[in-house]
C-alpha cells in the first residue's frame, strides 16, 4: 500500500516569514501526490496536486508544493504566511484497491499556527 | 452550487442506538467515499462507492454499512453504536478516480455514550 508520512505535528511561523510543511511518499511506482487543508469545524479543501510534469506545483491561496523524486518528498511551501493561514494541513497519495481502483491515503496532518 | 453537503452536523447516541449519517452531491460525481477522522490518525476510508449501485469496504469497514441507491447520495449507516465510533465523520466526491480532487461535506460530529 501507499503511503505518506508528515513528520511535524505542529509548524509555528510568524506572519510575513515563509512557511514549509513537510510531507514524504513511499509508493510503488509513479506517485500521484495531493495537499489538502481543513479549517475549523469545515472539511478537506484542495490545494494543489501533483501527477506528472513540473516539479513545483503551483495551488491556491498562494501555495506551491515541490515534488522531489531523490528524497521521495512533496513538502508544501508559501513565501510569506499570513495569521489566515492557520489550519490543518493534510498531505494524501493515490493508492489502488484489490479491486482496481483509485482511492487517497492520508498523512495524520500538521496544525500550521501563524503568529501576528 | 451546493457541493456535497451532509445532515446531520452533530448527533449524539446511546451504545447500542443506530442511525444513519446522509451524504448528497449535486456535482454528478461518479465516485463517493466515506471517512472518519480522530485526531492524530488523519483519515480513514470507511467504504467507497465506483457507481450508483456499488459500494466496496475500506480501510476501517467494521461496524459500518452503506448503500449508494441513488448516485447523488451515498448514506453511512450504524446498526449498533459503540464508543469507539465517536468521530466526526466525512462524505467526499470526485469525478475521476485518483487524478480530480475530492470535494469535501462539512462533516458530522457524532458521539456515542
Known amino acids: 500500500a501507499q503511503s505518506v508520512a508528515q513528520p511535524e505535528d505542529q509548524v509555528n511561523v510568524a506572519e510575513g516569514n515563509p512557511l514549509t510543511v513537510k510531507c514524504t511518499y513511499s509508493?510503488?511506482?509513479?506517485?500521484?501526490l495531493f495537499w489538502y487543508v481543513q479549517y475549523p469545524n469545515r472539511g478537506l479543501q484542495f490545494l494543489l496536486k501533483?501527477?506528472?510534469?513540473?516539479?513545483l506545483v503551483k495551488g491556491s491561496y498562494g501555495f506551491e508544493a515541490e515534488f522531489n523524486k531523490s528524497q521521495t518528498s512533496f513538502h508544501l511551501k508559501k513565501p510569506s504566511a499570513l495569521v489566515s493561514d492557520s489550519a490543518l494541513y493534510f498531505c494524501?497519495?493515490?493508492?489502488?484497491?484489490?479491486?482496481?481502483?483509485?482511492?487517497?491515503?492520508f498523512g495524520k496532518g500538521t496544525m500550521l499556527l501563524v503568529s501576528p | 452550487n451546493a457541493g456535497v453537503t451532509q445532515t446531520p452536523k452533530f448527533r449524539v447516541l446511546k451504545t447500542g442506538q443506530s442511525m444513519t449519517l446522509l451524504c448528497a452531491q449535486d456535482?454528478?460525481?461518479?465516485?463517493m467515499y466515506w471517512y472518519r477522522q480522530d485526531p492524530g490518525m488523519g483519515l480513514r476510508l470507511i467504504h467507497y462507492?465506483?457507481?450508483?449501485?456499488?459500494?466496496a469496504k475500506g480501510e476501517v469497514p467494521d461496524g459500518y454499512n452503506v448503500s449508494r441507491l441513488k448516485k447523488q447520495n451515498f448514506l453511512l449507516g450504524l446498526e449498533s453504536a459503540a464508543p469507539s465510533q465517536t468521530s466526526v465523520y466525512f462524505c467526499?466526491?470526485?469525478?475521476?478516480?485518483?487524478?480530480?480532487?475530492?470535494?469535501f461535506g462539512d462533516g458530522t460530529r457524532l458521539s456515542i455514550l
Open positions: 456535482m454528478n460525481h461518479e465516485y
Open positions: 494524501a497519495v493515490r493508492d489502488m484497491t484489490k479491486g482496481g481502483y483509485s482511492t487517497l491515503t
Open positions: 501533483y501527477i506528472t510534469g513540473d516539479n
Open positions: 462507492s465506483v457507481g450508483e449501485g456499488t459500494t
Open positions: 509508493v510503488s511506482g509513479n506517485p500521484y
Open positions: 467526499a466526491s470526485s469525478l475521476i478516480q485518483g487524478v480530480q480532487p475530492q470535494h
